[in-house]
C-alpha cells in the first residue's frame, strides 16, 4: 500500500528564503508525482507534475525533483514571498487512477 | 475553456438528510475522480468514474455513498442519511484519458460539506 509523507507538517520562514520541501513515498512503482498548492478553504492549484522517467521539473521559481528509486521528491521554492504562503501537497499515482496524497505542510512566508 | 466546476461550493445538511454534490469536468475530459478531505487529514480517494461506468471505488465507504457519471450531464456523489463525520471538503477532479497514469488530473474548488 503506497503511503506518502511530507515532513515537516509546517514550516515559517522570513521573507526572501530558498526552501526546499520533502515528500517521500513507500513504493518506487509510481507513473508520475504531483505537487499541488492548496490556499485556505480552496481548492488544490497544481504546480508541477514530474513524469516517472523525468528527474526534475521547473517553473518560474518552483523546481521539484524527482528520485524513485529512493522514494523521494524535492520542492525547491526560490525567494521565498508572503504571496507563497499556503499548504504544500505532494501526491503520486501509481498502477491505478487514484493519487495518494501526502497530508500536507502549511508554509507561512512572513514579510 | 472553463476548468472543473463543482456546485454547490458549500452545502449545510442536517443528520439524516441527504447531500448531492456535482461535478462538471473540463470540456474534452471524460475521466472523473472524487477525493475527500477530512479536518486535519490529507486528501483521500474515493472513486474513479468513466462515462457511464464505475472504474475504481475502492475508497468508498461501504454504506450512504454512491456516485455516477452518467452519458449526459454532470458527475454526481450521493451522500444517504449524512452523520455529522460526513463533514469535510469533497474534491472533484477530472482527466483527459486514463490508463498508464501519464495524465494530468485538474481539480475543482470543491464542496464544503457541514453536517449539523
Known amino acids: 500500500k503506497q503511503e506518502v509523507t511530507q515532513i515537516p507538517a509546517a514550516l515559517s520562514v522570513p521573507e526572501g528564503e530558498n526552501l526546499v520541501l520533502n515528500c517521500s513515498f513507500t513504493?518506487?512503482?509510481?507513473?508520475?508525482l504531483q505537487w499541488f498548492r492548496q490556499d485556505p478553504g480552496k481548492g488544490l492549484t497544481s504546480l508541477l507534475l514530474i513524469q516517472s522517467s523525468q528527474r526534475e521539473q521547473t517553473s518560474g521559481r518552483l523546481n521539484a525533483s524527482l528520485d524513485k528509486s529512493s522514494g523521494r521528491s524535492t520542492l525547491y521554492i526560490a525567494a521565498s514571498q508572503p504571496g507563497d504562503s499556503a499548504t504544500y501537497l505532494c501526491?503520486?499515482?501509481?498502477?491505478?487512477?487514484?493519487?495518494?496524497f501526502g497530508k500536507g505542510m502549511k508554509l507561512t512566508v512572513n514579510p | 475553456n472553463a476548468g472543473v466546476m463543482q456546485n454547490p461550493r458549500h452545502l449545510v445538511r442536517r443528520r439524516g438528510q441527504e447531500a448531492r454534490l456535482r461535478c462538471s469536468p473540463m470540456?474534452?475530459?471524460?475521466?472523473v475522480y472524487w477525493y475527500r478531505q477530512l479536518p486535519e487529514e490529507g486528501l483521500k480517494f474515493m472513486v474513479y468514474l468513466q462515462k457511464e461506468n464505475i472504474i475504481d471505488e475502492s475508497g468508498m465507504p461501504k454504506e450512504r455513498f454512491s456516485a455516477e457519471f452518467p452519458k449526459e450531464g454532470p458527475s454526481i456523489l450521493r451522500i444517504q442519511q449524512v452523520v455529522r463525520g460526513d463533514s469535510a471538503a469533497y474534491f472533484c477532479?477530472?482527466?483527459?484519458?486514463?490508463?498508464?497514469?501519464?495524465?494530468?488530473?485538474?481539480f475543482g474548488p470543491g464542496t464544503r460539506l457541514t453536517v449539523l
Open positions: 470540456k474534452g475530459h471524460s475521466h
Open positions: 501526491a503520486v499515482r501509481g498502477g491505478s487512477e487514484k493519487l495518494v
Open positions: 513504493d518506487s512503482a509510481i507513473y508520475n
Open positions: 477532479a477530472s482527466s483527459g484519458t486514463g490508463g498508464g497514469g501519464y495524465n494530468e488530473q485538474f
